[in-house]
């Protein structure tokens, strides 16, 4: 069957179909499917500009150099600030989208931004809580084990709490190492 | 007002942040009544999308009441019901003067390869999301409309994204009578692409997936097949002998950057970021559909670099297609559909949380606790 010129039989004919499933071929004209063709001209937008009026820029926002002027409306959710914020406006003035440079350095300074925002926040009356955080706390409550039972991709899931935890317990080495380390050296020049 | 906010790589919380503000003639604030989860936001929830920020508020998916306008809104007023689709765009631009909403250029300082999203990292344009109590909707002449009387706010924010999304991926994959689709995925977008395969006239729809849970929806909600991948040794062996060795005529990709796949995929793509997401369901798609055949990816992947099989598409003759739905273009037809009793949305939702519960919620989701398929979020529920 396969290499001759037909096509297996279905199982069901329209009929049947149509039968079946509700609005079985509503659609079957493309002339009725709102995508078809994907690019039209002359769709009422609800627009009432040729050109947006610009929003105004209340301090230097970074943008893709692939683009000829900062464009009519854009995001002020969280400007550029602190090491993050250098690399991230180094992405943007120095890389093309179409280099890898360009996502390589914003996938960077984003674990850096988690790191200085975990730190900074260390300063605050709300520091970071990785277990509320998290959302593990669900876990009693939502049957882990019988959600999890058979599934395939369970065995990268150990991975997840490597991720989380990992930093956490290794910045936690870290610091005790560094404390242990300063009062060693602060007793050894004590009388 | 109240807020999720991003605190790093699977990490949430909810906060108290400043009210948004009019920072455009053209801008609304709405007071969000309901929001979705969208699978794709783990894409940000997993630190995936490159320039996602440390206090940044996700969510694309919202219905609400207007709270604010500014002074060239013409079309909405304080107090109206609305969905917001989840591009941000102009209308007038190059793309939006040919339908491409999802293309806007006016939105989007900081890319050009994507338009604008609500809550979707700086590289979609730096807008917080409706996950929060209230957010800032630009253009609002444009994008948001009004929900109509007899809409469900369920239904109505399913529209925003996933079932616009999954109608439009099933347009993409240019369906004639009596082809053989393969949906790839049974969450939310992959359920609606199957259902709307039939609406196409499809003969024979499939729903490839490992959750059983989601599975037995694509049965019941999209009247589909199903396979379970694990229960066979090589899924496009399979594809090839349940399709008499053709290959599927139209195959769907609905799964995108968070698919599992092998160790060195999962490492690369969801752990050390270095690809733009796991391709495997793409490359399923690929070596599962007929040569001569058409891919639709509705799956969203980052903007790095995937390891995408792309000699076998080129070998095979396919035709790839794909681009984030302009929803809005949707809408007049669904809505038919949905008056019809053809598609109800919210027949897929499996959890509603409350907002102050978010963190709790995108854990749920993400590690897929208790059959979960599109849980909703609720403001001042808790």
Known sequence: ????????????????????????????????????????????????????????????????IEHARLTPVFGTSVPLKGLSGVVRRFAYQRFSEGRAAHWLLLIGADRVDAVESHLASFATTRPDNPVTETGVLAEPSHHPLRSRAGRVDVRHQVLDPLVVVGPWVLSGVVIYRGVRAVVRQARSWGP | MRAMVYRGPYKIRVEEKDLPRVEHPNDAIVRVTTAAICGSDLHLYHGLMPDTRVGSTFGHEFVGVVHDIGPSVRNLAVGDRVMVPFNIYCGTCFFCARGLYSNCHNVNPNATAVGGIYGYSHTTGGYDGGQAEYVRVPFADVGPTIVPDWMDEEDAVLCTDALATGYFGAQLADIVEGDVVVVFGA??????????????????????????????????????????????????????????????DRVIDAVGAEADGNLLQHVTGAKLKLQGGSPIALNWAIDSVRKGGTVSVMGAYGPIFSAVKFGDAMNKGLTLRMNQAPVKRQWPRLFEHMRSGYLKPNDIVTHRIPLEHIAEGYHIFSAKLDGCIKPLVVPGAA
């Open chain 1, 1 to 64: 069957m396969p290499y001759t010129a037909d096509k297996p039989p279905l199982a069901e004919t329209p009929e049947q179909l149509r039968a079946r499933i509700p609005g079985w071929g509503a659609d079957l004209d493309p002339a009725d499917r709102p995508s078809y063709p994907r690019e039209v001209r002359g769709l009422e937008t609800g627009a009432h500009w040729d050109l947006p009026e610009q929003q105004q820029e209340r301090q230097p926002r970074e943008r893709s």
């Open chain 2, 187 to 248: 969450g939310p977008v992959g359920l609606f692409a199957a259902r709307s395969a039939w609406l196409m006239g499809a003969g024979r729809v499939i729903v490839v997936d490992h959750l059983d849970d989601r599975l037995e929806m694509a049965r019941t909600f999209a009247y589909a097949e199903t396979v379970n991948f694990t229960q066979h040794k090589d899924i496009v062996v399979e594809m090839k002998r349940t399709t008499g060795w053709l290959g599927a």
